[in-house]
């Protein structure tokens, strides 16, 4: 069935940061909201590429040699195997598309707190 996805309703509906929600499924990629406020460790992820979409807030992503800054409104591809850290400056409200059930820290072991499951719908 056809339905719209009002982004702003989604986003209501949950507080927690580094917990990806999915709200939409195509092509075996995953549509997810994210709620982010600080550091995210270090990690990358072996086997996909992953693209940050800032909704909402500013986000810098590091990596290794550089940073970048995304406002509202931009984006960044992660290619694969690019290790990062998304730092957010405030809270931000971001879109993850990324391969289905890509896990959020890669094969990194992170404390509890940024160890998201997989596979939650909002």
Known sequence: MTQK???????ALFSEHFRPKIVAELNGQEFKLVKAEGEYPWHSHVDADEMFFIWKGNLTLE???HSVEL????????????????????????????PKNLKNNGDTIVDAKFDAPNDVWI
Do not use: C, S, W, Y
């Open 63 to 65: 990596f290794r040699t």
């Open 5 to 11: 996805i009002n982004i702003d309703e989604k986003f």
């Open 71 to 98: 406002n509202a409104g931009e984006a960044l591809v992660i290619p694969m195997g690019v290790e990062h850290r998304p730092v957010a400056h405030g809270e931000v409200q971001l879109f993850l598309i990324e």
